[in-house]
């Protein structure tokens, strides 16, 4: 996919994820133990072959920034292409309002001079809220042999459950063009449009043009559901792991999924890495009073009580008499000894005292934030 | 404008290492990998990074593709840098002629443009073969205060062990008068740890005298040091009293790997302000799978453990089979150990696969002190083998023999 510009959006529906995205958008919401969720888009575009791409940032991306640093564990890092940050921009006859973007046509409008100096003829434009590992090289070719305006990525599936309410679904044709493009329709939920999508460059810089001259600014209503008539537009299945983060539901969910042999064989499995900042963490140290079971562990831990069914992330202590269950601890956190943690999401550097007893539920996770102590 | 360097670093790293055995077959012995997700080299690079020397050359001989594929442009170090920073140094022609590196002095001999690029008033000769945390500035501040040609670490063993090592006599100042390579009747217990600081313009007039003198075998330990004592200069020996480990046999690299494991461990590898780099492999977290068991054992990322483990070390991407135990071994990384294999007292290498319901080793209680088996890189034992203990296993082993 050499020819193909990549732009991540790293912001979306931040107010499901409440605590997590308090300090940081959700491209940068750890993830899976030793990532954050941006890792897998991020990887998946530069397993692909794409080199150069654009992430476009709204609010708290320090996090996000902190986090690729120059792009150089995802071998962005680079004399020609790489990682192009661009944070919200605004000048006196900008017509966005700072940093709140109404939406993606405003967005990418703000991004069209790299957009424009770019050489490359095809966008492939996604949302960095998904947790995947694929390439798009297939997506291409389908693209340029429909002779699509725009390719969109679908999952088949029945998405009914609220969490997908923000969502655009498709009805396609049998050829593969998709014929209608609704937003949280009441039925007809069963093609799921995630938000990655292939454009050529020339359409895209058209399109960015025309919604500026008329104030216009979302893509899916502006765009998509405004021209579906006069754009060949195409839908392309997809058929590998990809799970949009959507809702805290969601995401205990997809990180409980890692739990499953076959997801962790289709993320990890296959020949493609997926990339994230190194930490240089020591190897994680078990001691004779541990007892773990069906559990995903990062280095740099120190584990010497019980833990089952749960993601620990680096540089978490778990100490002796302490039952740690169906949970997410994410780095550096530490619970002491004599606690009992079950259906828990704790952010990073939390500290659990001594003999604490906290219970969530699998649908509503209780979710300790970033450095509270308990 | 080039920027002058004070202090540079040499790192001969060229050794076969073949008492460590089939772990030396394809890889130099700096190459070895240890702890779960390091090699050793990463111990003095690590070292020099935190001593701030950016600029360390590596003389590689023997095997080194491993070796340099390991190292790269020294990012994982810090050690990618637009002046200085990591070079590999191979032997190279030169006219018409080259040679191999015939010996240690000799290998820094055949780069004295290379360190002549960097102007530097001191040079840091280290090995490739130990395990330690040492502040080399620290070493250097004692050297430039003593004024001397060269310092050299030493580290204070036992009397008994000390016919094991390179001892340095010295007078009560530290300074050192006489130097005997493994004396029968030890007259000092300061053994020297490989570590030297030279004082740059010394050391390059002594390699090119050395280099000239068809008798000398180019050795520091042999030619060098003795010849700078005869000429009456200072030597001064810099006492470390913290681990350091040689890890150049099998029964000392299994030591070295189980002393990380306990509570008290001699050297603490999680200190952020000294810290170990190394290269990532860049894999998912382990996995502990229901029925495991794990204790006094240290695991590290992209592990898949289902069966039994005990005061072991497991390396990144190993697979623990369901029903297999593994007692006091070192798994080094993509190993295999089917299901209902038993590995005990053993170092099972890289990539190796061992069968279901085979045994290796024996419990570490009845075996012999240092009877390790030992299971050379990528190799195969078969469904039901069995390996005895203290077997140096080089070719595959088929089933149920």
């Known amino acids: 996919m050499k020819n193909t510009l990549g732009i991540v959006f790293t912001y979306k529906y931040e107010e499901d994820l409440k605590t997590l995205t308090q300090l940081r958008s959700i491209s940068s919401i750890p993830f899976g133990g030793r990532y954050r969720i941006v890792d897998f888009m991020l990887s998946s575009m530069v397993n692909s072959g794409v080199t150069k791409i654009g992430m476009i940032t709204q609010n708290n991306y320090s996090s996000l920034m902190d986090h690729l640093g120059s792009g150089k564990e995802w071998d962005l890092s680079r004399k020609r292409d790489g990682l192009y940050i661009q944070p919200p921009f605004s000048s006196a006859n900008s017509i966005s309002l700072g940093a709140n973007y109404r939406g993606r046509m405003e967005a990418l409008a703000n991004t069209m001079s790299f957009i424009r100096r770019s050489t490359e003829e095809y966008v492939l434009m ?21 002779e699509a305006d725009i390719t969109l990525l679908y999952k088949e599936g029945s998405f009914s459950n609220e969490s997908y309410n923000q969502f655009c679904f498709l009805a396609t044709d049998e050829d593969g063009k998709v014929t209608d493009v609704t937003i949280n329709p009441a039925k007809n939920r069963n093609k799921l449009c995630v938000g990655t999508l292939i454009i050529r460059k020339s359409l895209l810089e058209s399109l960015v043009q025309e919604c500026q001259s008329h104030n216009l600014y979302s893509f899916r209503r502006d765009v998509l559901q405004a021209n579906l008539k006069d754009l060949k537009v195409y839908g392309y299945k997809c058929d590998e792991y990809f799970e949009p983060i959507t809702s805290i ?14 997801v962790r064989e289709q993320l990890f499995g296959g020949d493609y890495s997926i990339y994230t900042k190194i930490r240089d963490e020591v190897p994680t140290v078990y001691r004779n009073t541990s007892e773990v079971s069906n559990s995903l562990i990062a280095d740099g831990c120190v584990i010497e009580g019980k833990v089952e069914n749960c993601i620990i992330f680096r540089g978490v202590h778990i100490h002796k008499n302490t039952v740690v269950s169906n949970s997410i601890i994410m780095q550096d956190t530490e619970i002491q000894s004599g606690c009992q943690i079950n259906y828990v999401i704790s952010d990073k550097d939390v500290v659990i005292r001594q003999n604490r007893k906290l219970f969530g539920y699998q649908k509503y996770p209780t979710v300790l934030p970033k450095s509270s102590v308990v | 404008m080039k920027i002058k360097k004070e202090c540079i670093a040499m790192l001969l790293a060229g050794g076969q290492g073949s008492r460590l055995g089939v772990l030396t077959k394809e890889v130099a012995k700096p190459a070895v990998p240890f702890g779960g997700k390091y090699r050793i080299i990463d111990f003095p690079l690590s070292n020099c990074v935190n001593s701030g020397i950016d600029t360390v050359g590596v003389l590689t001989q023997y095997m080194p593709l491993d ?27 030169h006219g018409k002629t080259g040679d191999w590196y015939k010996g240690t002095a000799n290998a820094i001999y055949q780069n004295i443009h290379y360190i002549d690029n960097y102007d530097p008033d001191y040079v840091v000769v280290l090995s490739g073969d130990h395990i330690y945390k040492m502040d080399y500035n620290k070493m250097l501040q004692y050297h430039k205060q003593t004024d001397a040609a060269c310092t050299i670490a030493v580290l204070n063993v036992t009397l008994e ?23 029968k009747q030890p007259k000092s217990t300061k053994a020297s740890m490989g570590i030297y600081i030279f004082t740059w313009s010394k050391l390059r007039q002594y390699l090119i005298a050395d280099e000239a003198d068809p008798q000398s075998e180019n050795d520091f330990g042999k030619n060098i040091i003795p010849e700078m004592l005869g000429n009456g200069e200072v030597l001064m020996a810099y006492e470390f009293d913290d681990y350091w480990k040689d890890v150049g046999t099998v029964q000392s690299l299994w030591e070295a790997n189980m002393e990380l494991i306990g509570v008290d461990s001699p050297i603490n590898l999680n200190d952020p302000s000294w810290r170990i780099y190394s290269r990532s492999p860049n894999v998912q977290p382990h ?24 005061h072991s070390v497991l390396f990144s991407g190993c697979k623990i089979g369901k ?3 593994v007692r006091d071994s070192v798994i080094m990384t993509n190993a295999v150990i089917g299901e209902g294999a038993v590995v005990e007292y053993s170092i099972v290498g890289q990539g190796v696969v061992i069968g279901a319901n085979a045994t290796v080793g024996a419990p570490k209680e009845i075996c012999k002190p240092g009877s390790i088996a030992l299971i050379g890189e990528n190799l195969t034992v078969g469904e039901g083998a069995t390996v005895e203990p203290g077997i ?5 082993i088929p089933a149920g023999r």
Request: hydrophobic content about 35%; some cysteine; charged content about 25%.
């Open chain 1, 249 to 262: 539901s969601s995401y205990y969910d997809t990180n409980m999924s890692l739990l499953d042999e076959k």
């Open chain 2, 287 to 310: 996995y502990v799978a229901p029925g495991a068991s794990l204790s006094e054992t240290i695991v590290t990322e992209g592990a898949i453990i289902a069966g039994k483990v005990e």
């Open chain 2, 392 to 396: 140096m296993v080089s070719e595959n």
């Open chain 2, 323 to 325: 029903g297999a135990i």
């Open chain 2, 67 to 93: 070796l340099n594929a390991y190292i790269g442009n020294g990012q994982p170090w810090d050690l990618d840098r637009n002046y200085g920073g990591v070079s590999i140094l191979p032997p190279y022609v």
């Open chain 1, 126 to 146: 996604t949302d960095a809220d998904v947790i995947c590992n694929m390439t798009f090289d297939d997506m291409l070719d389908y693209h340029i042999a429909k």
């Open chain 2, 161 to 183: 062990e000390a016919s094991r090592f390179g001892i340095m006599n010295t007078d009560e100042n530290n300074r050192i008068y006489e130097f005997e390579e493994k004396p």
